[in-house]
């Protein structure tokens, strides 16, 4: 079936007159970095119709293909980021954040990182089997494993497939240290897992919160859970005893950014542990993305936006307006600047955040958590001797 979406190049800005779609970050299949061919829109008159009280198109369904795996340990490099080992359960995320730095993987799957992303997810079925060999590898040396770095890993479909669930069982049996990263409420399934290795100091939960706003989460961040039902999650897993770190993510100016000590506060009030933020990054097919977003919804002040990101990423000025041959330059993914930023206004968040932190009692950094009560699995096979 012909798709009724429009399909545009990573290096055009999407028309702005391209209206939302109910529950979706995004209405465009922009064409990956990778594409090498050429696409047209055409409707065949099978696409969904549209809302009938907004007159809007209606949000195009999910589909979720499984994958047998070969690997699932992702191991990082990067000097700037807290955990060297993490797994993805999912690839895709049906949330619909505009602003995911993760949409450019789906070029990977030769998939839009628009509207793709977050309409054709991959569950990848045999993560636990897979996760479970690597970890009894020998040789293999515990780290704290952070889960759902990427890809959110409470997807709605988790709850049929439980593939995450899984995991977090394999760590229990294990003792292996590990964290959770998420925006969904689905993570209170799991408390009785979490707080149980967090009674051992193995585990931490991490759960971002853009907004305290209703109606711009609805549109920033279209499927996710609501932002008071985050704190209801957070007040949840502090009350079991999981140390819970909330993450300001990403900080968009002039957007989200008068949020800042409202949800600090409202984390402590929630029982959170620590704090911590993150300015907009718009790696790849994200910022044409991001742009024609700030367009639809909020055209009056999209070039300022984009000009205080740019300032927050040292773009050069020369780069920052596009023309025929090449986008504007929107980002900068330099080590020790590109998640807080550079110059006076990086300068003026990361004390605002560090002050209401202050004020509520909140820390900046997550707890360490203990690697050294791992059991390999291999070991849990074999029999005792006495």
Not at 189 to 211: F, P, V
């Amino acid at each position: 079936m012909r798709r009724s979406i429009p399909i545009l190049p990573a290096s055009g800005l999407p028309d702005a007159t391209t209206q939302a779609a109910k529950g979706r970050g995004t209405v465009v299949a922009i064409a990956h970095r990778f594409e090498g061919r050429g696409r047209d829109a055409e409707s065949d008159g099978w696409e969904q119709a549209p809302d009938a009280d907004s007159g809007a198109p209606g949000a195009p369904r999910t589909e979720v293909r499984e994958q047998q795996v070969r690997q699932m340990l992702s191991r990082n490099e990067s000097p700037d980021i807290p955990f060297e080992v993490a797994v993805n359960p999912y690839r895709g995320c049906e949330h619909g954040c505009i602003y995911c730095y993760a949409r450019p993987t789906h070029a990977y799957l030769d998939l839009s990182p628009g509207l793709d992303f977050e309409t054709r997810l991959v569950a990848k079925r045999n993560a636990v089997e897979v996760l479970e060999r690597e970890l009894g590898a020998r040789g293999y040396r515990p780290s704290p494993i952070a889960v759902g770095s990427v890809t959110d890993a409470y997807q709605p479909v988790e709850r049929q497939l439980r593939i995450t669930r899984g995991i977090l069982e394999l760590f229990g049996r294990t003792r292996h240290p590990y964290t959770v990263i998420t925006k969904s409420a689905g993570i209170e399934r799991d408390i009785d897992l979490l707080a149980e290795a967090a009674a051992a100091r193995r585990a931490h939960a991490a759960l971002s919160i853009t907004t305290l706003d209703p109606a711009l989460a609805r549109i920033l961040e279209p499927r996710a859970a609501s932002p008071q039902r985050r704190l209801q999650a957070v007040r949840r897993l502090a009350e079991a005893g999981v140390p819970v770190t909330v993450g300001i993510a990403p900080v968009i100016p002039f957007v989200n950014d008068g949020d800042i000590e409202a949800i600090v506060q409202a984390a402590a009030d929630a029982g959170a542990q620590a704090v911590f933020h993150i300015v907009l990054r718009l790696p790849w097919e994200v910022a044409p993305l991001f742009r024609h977003w700030l367009q639809t919804h909020f055209p009056e002040r999209a070039a300022r936006v984009m000009a205080r990101v740019q300032d927050l990423h040292g773009i050069d000025p020369a780069l920052r307006e596009g023309d025929e041959t090449r986008a504007p330059r929107d980002y900068a993914a330099t080590f020790g600047q590109r998640f807080r930023g550079q110059g006076p206004w990086a300068q003026l968040l990361s004390q605002r955040v560090a002050r209401a932190a202050l004020r509520a009692g909140l820390a900046q950094r997550v707890p360490t958590l203990d690697g050294t009560q791992f059991v390999a699995p291999r070991a849990l096979l074999q029999p005792s001797l006495f």
